[in-house]
């Protein structure tokens, strides 16, 4: 079964540009959670989707957002971007099940964004 | 929310001996506690994870305690070899029922040949 993949696996931007980033799941997961990783403040809850609604939301502004498709793939977007969004973005995928909170989940490469 | 806290953030072992990573958590409606290893430029991979029915769970040369009266769980990796070296990271979830992991701080570990 192929993995979780990104798309792109590299970005730069400049500030108050916007960036689209797509996530593939597992081939029959239906859960898909984005995280942001930094050296500053490691690895943080953005967002979850299932069955193309989000389910669950970090403490991050507005600014981000997401959306999944009826294939469960996955898009994040951030709009007016700032130099702090310099991260690398991970997706991970789950099945999707009536229990959530236990399930494991399976990460993508990560999009590395560079905001200049 | 949950706060996941990590130690050491450093480790340094010889080849051969053992590794012990410990976390703690803050909120005793966690129960599912997964670990990841990070190898410089590549994705969190799941090494070992433990659900909260469970105080101990072991694969091959990784385990996993959990004590839920002390809120704290520990990695444990036997037998070192330099291909262990990298970040590993624990996490916490929460039975409220969503799909969210927080995140220890880190502990990159190296394996000295």
């Known amino acids: 079964k192929a993995g979780v993949t990104q798309t792109p696996r590299y970005l730069i931007k400049t500030r108050g540009q916007q960036v689209t980033l797509s996530c593939s799941p597992i081939?029959?997961?239906?859960?898909v959670s984005w995280y942001q990783q930094t050296p500053g403040q490691g690895l943080q809850f953005l967002f979850e989707?299932?069955?193309?609604?989000?389910?669950n939301k970090g403490n991050f502004p507005g600014r981000f957002s997401g959306r999944q498709f009826s294939n469960s793939r996955s898009e994040m977007n951030v709009s007016t971007l700032e130099l702090g969004d310099s991260a690398l973005y991970l997706c991970?995928?789950?099945?999707?099940?009536?229990?959530?909170?236990?399930?494991?989940?399976?990460f993508g490469p990560g999009t590395r964004l560079l905001v200049l | 929310g949950e706060n996941v806290e990590q130690h050491p953030s450093t480790l340094s072992v010889q080849e051969g001996d053992s590794a012990v990573i410990k976390c703690t958590y803050s909120?005793?409606?966690?129960?599912?506690f997964p670990w990841y290893k990070q190898e410089l430029g590549k994705r969190p991979q799941l090494i070992i994870d433990?659900?909260?029915?469970?105080g101990e769970k072991k694969d091959q040369r990784i385990a996993v305690t959990l004590n839920k009266t002390a809120k704290h769980f520990s990695l444990h990796i036997t037998e070192t070899q330099p291909e262990d070296s990298a970040v590993y990271f624990c996490?916490?979830?929460?039975?409220?029922?969503?799909?969210?992991?927080?995140f220890g701080t880190g502990t990159r570990l190296t394996v000295i040949p």
């Open positions: 081939s029959g997961h239906r859960s």
């Open positions: 996490a916490a979830s929460m039975s409220t029922g969503a799909n969210n992991l927080f």
């Open positions: 989707y299932f069955s193309e609604t989000q389910r």
């Open positions: 433990i659900r909260s029915n469970v």
């Open positions: 909120d005793s409606a966690s129960n599912y």
């Open positions: 991970a995928s789950s099945f999707g099940t009536s229990l959530p909170h236990q399930e494991t989940q399976y």
